[in-house]
Every structure is written in structure tokens, then in C-alpha cells.
């Protein structure tokens, strides 16, 4: 495997070393990247995530137990291990709609 930061005879080569002729480095004269300020408000978050009560936690959970309950329970007769596999998948996949993790396909 060759090392592509490494110079000849396995020296590492330092990002801040990198320019050509000229003097620039790989980026050019690209400005420096800065975070806005807008961008970790409140309302970012409130777009991102869906809002779930302790309610509502409580209920998927009961669900997730149970599901895996019966996966362990009966999982085996449906195929051996995959079949348990395939049902904790499905369960996982109810869980994560559940808790807003993530939207129905």
C-alpha cells in the first residue's frame, strides 16, 4: 500500500508544507470557511427533529420489548437465525419510526 501523504523514504508530509511554485496551497485562494451565527439556532433544531413526549417515548419502547420479545420467541421457528435476524431488523425499523427517527419507505 503506498502512503499518499508520505515523502519517499516514508517521511509524512505536513498539510501546511503543500504549495506549489507559486506558493499556494491546494486551496487556493479560497476564503476561509466560518460558521454563521443563524445556523445553530433554535429553529434549526426545531426543523430537524420531531418532537417526541415522554408519552410517546414510553409507548415505542413498550413496542420495541415486545417485538423483540416475540422475535426471540418465535423467530427460530421461522427460519433460524435470519428469520430472528429479519425480525430484529423489522423491529429496529418500527422503533426508529416510532421515535421520528426516521419516515415510512
Known amino acids: 500500500m503506498v502512503c499518499p ?3 519517499p ?3 509524512t508530509i505536513h498539510i ?3 504549495s506549489d511554485e507559486s506558493g499556494a496551497t491546494p486551496l487556493g ?3 476561509p470557511f466560518e460558521l454563521g451565527e443563524g445556523i ?3 429553529e434549526a433544531v426545531d426543523i430537524a427533529v ?3 413526549s415522554p ?3 414510553a409507548e415505542c419502547m413498550y413496542l420495541w ?3 423483540m420479545d416475540l422475535c426471540y420467541s418465535v423467530g427460530k421457528a421461522m427460519g433460524g437465525y435470519p428469520g430472528i435476524q429479519a425480525c430484529v431488523e423489522k423491529a429496529r425499523y418500527n422503533y426508529n419510526i416510532c421515535m421520528g427517527f426516521t419516515r415510512p419507505i
Do not use: Y
Open 5 to 7: 501523504t508520505c515523502r
Open 9 to 11: 523514504g516514508g517521511k
Open 16 to 18: 501546511d508544507e503543500i
Open 29 to 31: 485562494d479560497a476564503p
Open 40 to 42: 445553530l439556532s433554535g
Open 50 to 52: 420531531r418532537g417526541v
Open 55 to 57: 408519552a410517546e417515548q
Open 65 to 67: 420489548e415486545r417485538d
